[in-house]
């Protein structure tokens, strides 16, 4: 009868692998501490820096942000805050001046619809995409493009002389 080495194999194995775990987790030996020199050392350079002299930013009201051409009637509102990104001289006898808004076309819609009656215009329409005012013999129109988040509000004038 023939024994299979296979379990003895097994074991001794297992009995290594034991041993040389309990051999890693042996304490180390103490080491003998080491004396470190002490040295004085100065400030650092920045160590009487402050701020209290600089600068600080000052909150400003929400307004128009780049140029706005000079033909563009003072009496016109203009949605803030926003932006200008494009505009055109006139062309027909009427130019246009285009801005950015973070808000949505219905924002802008209902801030036009309270603003120009409130600075002497009468509104002769309001679109999704389009609120019409007229003042005296003039007429402006916004045109509005849902920019998702944003809108991009066309001003379309006849430019003062």
Do not use: N
Not at 20 to 29: M, T
Not at 107 to 122: F, I, Q
Request: glycine share 10%; proline share 11%; aromatic share 4%.
């Amino acid at each position: 009868m023939q024994r299979s080495l296979e379990p003895l194999q097994l074991g001794a194995s297992a009995l290594v692998l034991l041993v040389g775990l309990v051999a890693a987790c042996a304490p180390p030996a103490p080491e003998e501490p080491v004396e470190l020199e002490t040295v004085d050392v100065d400030l650092p350079i920045d160590a009487e820096l402050s701020t209290e002299g600089d600068l600080q930013a000052v909150q400003r009201a929400a307004q128009v942000s780049g140029l706005v051409p000079g033909d563009v009637p003072p009496d016109l509102p203009l949605f803030v805050p926003s932006s200008v990104v494009d505009f055109a001289g006139p062309a027909e006898g009427r130019a246009w001046v285009e801005f950015d808004a973070g808000e949505s076309p219905a924002v802008v819609r209902r801030w036009l619809g309270e603003r120009l009656p409130a600075t002497g215009w009468t509104v002769g329409a309001i679109g999704d995409d389009l609120v019409q005012a007229h003042k005296g013999g003039r007429r402006i129109d916004y045109r509005l493009t849902d920019l998702a988040p944003g809108t991009r509000i066309r001003l379309e004038y006849a430019p003062r002389p």
